[in-house]
């Protein structure tokens, strides 16, 4: 069973930014951490899940949600197993649990997975002051 465990959440003021991080490990001897597209998914107080970015298994072709495109960029290094999730200017709408979710194949679409591998523990982002 692949774990995947985020990072780099905090609080921050409007404007700020934040670099978070998702490691993923427990892959089968047949198959790595190239293998599979990847997102990020948040989740704001009382609110649904809402689909943030996806990247492919090179890392060369992403999509962001309307509401941080510009502002934020996901990349990974598939050598280090690892996922980032790059945000600026962030803004108090920003504030929510975020968390990386791997899907079961090579292809991502947008709209929160319902098909996927694994999902993270997330990590909190808080934007206030």
């Known amino acids: 069973q692949v774990q995947l465990v985020e990072s780099g959440g905090g609080s921050v003021q409007p404007g700020g930014t934040l670099r978070l991080s998702c490691v993923a490990s427990?892959?089968?001897?047949?198959?790595?951490?190239?293998?599979?597209?990847m997102a990020w998914v948040r989740q704001a107080p009382r609110e649904g899940l809402e689909w943030v970015s996806a990247?492919?298994?090179?890392?060369?072709?992403?999509d962001y949600a309307d509401s941080v495109k510009g502002r934020f960029t996901i990349s990974r290094n598939n050598a280090k197993n690892t996922l980032y999730l790059e945000m600026s200017n962030l803004k108090p709408e920003d504030t929510a649990r975020y968390f990386c979710?791997?899907?079961?194949?090579?292809?991502?679409?947008?709209?929160?997975?319902?098909?996927?591998?694994?999902w993270g523990q997330g990590t909190q982002v808080t934007v206030t002051g």
């Open positions: 427990g892959f089968m001897s047949i198959e790595s951490f190239g293998d599979f597209a």
């Open positions: 979710v791997q899907y079961s194949g090579s292809i991502y679409y947008t709209g929160v997975p319902t098909d996927f591998n694994s």
């Open positions: 990247i492919n298994t090179r890392g060369d072709k992403t």
